[in-house]
């Protein structure tokens, strides 16, 4: 059954006036109107570890089939829609301020399916009852985000450190499948930034990760992993010369992502420039700084 999380206060101090009663005035329409979503980004970061940060957005996610009907619906509140990146992002702007549709990750790896508006946790954004995004899909987004001016490494570790015994462990795994040694990175790098908690990983888990790393160590890489770069899953653009020049196969082009060549072209284009707002790394839109989210859409 879903809980009511008793969560950190809604970030009322660090959200414009403004900005807030456009965000409010959303998540109300998005509620009345029935439309499945989750809150994710610096909001959700602050339920669940009481970690208070300005964001210039709000993140939500949402099924791609809903965005047709989400961006009907905001268009009769006065607000403008965009289908920024086709393959995992789009937007809702009320002057200069937006909130980021979440449907995928940035490296088309992590789609939003049905399995993510499964036992989420209640609380209150700015004074609207909504569901938050689960700690598991949490960690999932956040996994991939390695980019030069965004690293979301530190918000998993303050992720475990608050929510570790209440984590769905084997769903977890699950839900990493193939890309379980991105998981076990952020294992290992959890008992190196807090050496008192790592007991707070369950046993099994590492246990698991590991026996897999050895069985790897003692056999040849498969096929059709020879002369792939799955670097491009982690960073847009730190792995382009091996694709580029190196010879290598585009991880983004492999059954792991289901993005297309127009997808990565398009991607990649915006690096140098990105659309005001726009996430600069796989998970969400992120400020100038790359503090919010790349930024994050922060999720």
């Known amino acids: ?22 965000y409010r005035r959303s998540l109300r329409a998005l509620r009345d109107a029935g439309i499945p979503f989750l809150v994710g980004g610096a909001f959700s970061l602050a339920c669940y570890t009481g970690i208070r ?6 993140d939500l996610f949402i099924l791609r089939e809903d965005f047709e009907r989400i961006a009907a619906l905001m268009r009769q509140h006065g607000w403008r829609t965009e289908m920024t990146y086709p393959h995992w992002l789009a937007k809702v702007y009320e002057g200069d301020a937006f909130i980021d549709l979440i449907f995928n990750s940035g490296n088309g790896v992590t789609p939003v399916d049905a399995r993510w508006f499964q ?26 985000i390695m980019e030069r001016e965004r690293y979301d490494g530190g918000d998993i570790a303050h992720l475990l450190l608050a929510r570790a015994e209440r984590l769905d462990w084997a769903s977890l795994l699950d839900r990493f499948g193939p890309h379980w040694r991105v998981l076990l990175a952020h294992l290992v790098l959890f ?43 982690l960073s847009r653009e730190q792995y382009l010369h091996d694709v580029q020049q190196g010879g290598y196969v585009d991880g983004r082009l492999t059954p792991a992502s289901g ?41």
């Not at 940060?53 to 709000?58: V, Y």
């Not at 209640?122 to 909504?130: D, F, H, I, K, Y």
């Not at 007991?199 to 059709?224: K, N, Y």
Request: charged residues 25%; aromatic residues 4%; contains cysteine.
């Open 119 to 144: 036992g989420n946790c209640r609380s209150e954004v700015l004074g609207v009852p909504v569901h938050v995004a689960n700690v598991e899909d949490s960690l999932l987004s956040k996994a991939f």
């Open 191 to 233: 008992g190196y930034i807090y050496p008192g908690e790592r007991h707070r990983i369950p046993e099994w888990v590492m246990t698991r990760l590991s026996d897999r790393l050895a069985d790897e160590a003692h056999g040849p890489a498969a096929p059709t992993d020879r002369n792939v770069c799955a670097g491009t899953l």
């Open 53 to 58: 940060r300005a964001t210039k957005d709000l």
């Open 1 to 22: 059954m879903p809980s009511t999380t008793a969560l950190a206060p809604s970030l009322e101090e660090e959200v414009a006036p403004h900005v807030a009663d456009f």
């Open 259 to 299: 993005m297309t060549e127009q997808d990565v072209a398009v991607w990649s284009q915006d690096i140098e420039a990105p659309p005001p707002g726009v996430v600069t790394g796989s998970d969400t839109p992120a400020e100038p700084s790359g503090e919010s989210g790349a930024g994050e859409p922060r999720i």
